[in-house]
């Protein structure tokens, strides 16, 4: 095991496990590795050496190593020689978990391992181990807290319960960790929309919901920043870009140059994440804005920001703003709204797996007995409308001709047109019936002899 750890990069964090005997840590490091390297028995003294394997959580790698019971005055040379190893292994700790027992409380060897790791200058997450019962937490988090360590965590390593939350504060606090992120097959995600409806917030709040950035660059005011993130087995580049107004003959070139690179963007993305001020009457640029996306091959999200600023809320509120967005933007009637408070992280968590649904969704295949039965259904409901010329249009086929998004192929009979508001139709339909919203379709018309 130790030589596979020697293979890997050097540079990966490491966390170790710390804390007096017999409190649960080769237990924990069973757990958090899913295995069962670390002998374990009640016999106080049974870890004398160090364990180590690389643990993967939400993107990020680390080295997590199981130290021996720390006494700090040791007596008998195995003691000192535990002591020694701990300490070599503290010392090239990027975190230190420490490690103590909730049915024992605080100890007075508990408080001396606390200020031996101190003088270390080691970040220290203090972890409350067989905490069995939730409704407790809270009386042993202030129990403990008189240690003065900000991040306290009680878990329970027999059950496994809390120990997710424990691994998701592991990584939030470690430095970043390259991944091989493949930025050709991200998910291209660009955040846009008017100044001030909150963008930047928004991005900072997906950031700390998600907790799985593999690199990040400052945000400022003016530059479109992509943010690496990777969720699950998915990648995702998220593009804040600068607020966009319209443009004026005269004023800041700076500004006219960030409303060209966010637009510019806005045609890279694969999904787009319109946001708006939900508190304040939408206006005319979000109207353009819109129509501008619209135009795209992007698929939309509608993110509704400042949620938490509408007052007497009751069920039928959001259904009430949900159609006043639909009617004021008629463009993107088609987009899934969320309504979301950056500030209180209110649905903030459910944009991560909508976007994935819409990535799968732009790469669907339709099988060609499908498309029969729903253009079937399609003209049954409402038959062809002409376009240019007198002659009544006859549909004779559809038919899949790519996807990302997908993109169709429909064929009338020669010298005959369709129209576009039927185009619209047919849209709608497929929209609806595979359940497709936010996801925009392509269609192309083709008259054949």
């Known amino acids: 095991m130790k030589t596979s750890i020697k293979k890997i990069d050097k540079q990966l964090p490491r966390v170790v496990l710390a804390g007096r005997t017999n409190v649960g840590k080769s237990t924990l490091f069973n757990r958090l590795t899913s295995k069962n390297a670390a002998l374990i028995s009640k016999i106080a003294g049974t870890t004398r050496d160090y364990q180590s ?24 040379e195995i003691e000192q020689q535990i002591k020694a190893k701990a300490e070599s292994v503290i010392h090239q700790a990027d975190l230190v978990m420490l490690v103590v027992d909730a049915k024992d409380g605080l100890t007075p060897l508990d408080e001396e391992i606390y200020s031996f ?29 008189v240690l003065g360590i900000s991040e306290i965590k009680p878990i329970s390593a027999i059950s496994g319960r809390g120990t997710g939350d424990l691994l998701d504060l592991l990584t939030a606090n470690l430095p970043l960790t ?7 097959l ?9 100044p001030n409806v909150g963008k930047s917030s928004l991005v900072n709040a997906l950031i700390k919901e998600n907790k799985q950035i593999v690199s990040a660059t400052p945000h ?33 070139m700076l500004e006219h140059f960030s409303i060209d690179q966010a637009l510019k963007k806005l045609h890279q993305a694969d999904i787009t994440l319109m946001v708006i001020d939900i508190s304040i009457p939408l206006s005319f640029q979000d109207k353009r804005l819109a129509a501008a996306i619209s135009k795209t091959k992007s698929s939309l999200i509608v993110v509704a920001n400042k949620w938490d600023l509408i007052p007497d809320k009751d069920q039928k509120t959001m259904a009430t703003y949900t159609k006043y967005i639909k009617n004021f933007m008629p463009h993107i009637n088609w987009a899934p709204i969320l309504f979301v408070s950056s500030k209180t992280g209110k649905n903030i968590k459910k944009i991560w797996p909508l976007i994935i649904q819409l990535h799968q969704d732009r790469h669907i295949q339709f099988d060609q007995d499908q498309l029969d039965r729903i253009l079937a259904k ?20 559809l038919e899949q001709i790519d996807t990302n998004p997908p993109t169709l192929q429909v ?13 619209k139709f047919i849209v709608k339909n497929i929209q609806a019936e595979f359940s497709l919203a936010g996801t ?9 002899k």
């Open 53 to 76: 394997e690389i643990i993967e959580w939400r993107g990020k790698k680390f080295i997590l190593t199981d130290t021996g019971g720390l006494d700090i005055n040791p007596k008998s």
């Open 117 to 145: 790791l101190k003088k270390q200058n080691k970040k220290i997450i203090l972890v409350v181990n067989k905490s069995d019962q939730p409704k407790n937490w809270d009386k042993i988090i202030s129990e403990f807290a």
């Open 178 to 184: 390259s991944i091989n992120f493949d930025q050709e």
């Open 186 to 194: 991200s998910i291209k995600t660009a955040v846009i929309g008017r």
């Open 220 to 252: 400022t005011t003016r530059d479109a920043q992509d943010i690496h993130i990777k969720y699950g087995d998915y990648f995702i580049t998220l593009i804040d870009t600068a607020g966009i107004r319209r443009k004026k003959d005269k004023g800041d």
């Open 378 to 397: 399609i003209i049954k409901l409402h038959p062809p409308t002409k376009g240019k010329g007198s002659a009544k249009p006859q549909i004779l086929s």
């Open 411 to 423: 064929k009338i009979k020669y010298k005959k047109s369709l129209h576009s508001s039927y185009i």
């Open 440 to 448: 925009p379709i392509n269609i192309y018309v083709q008259s054949i």
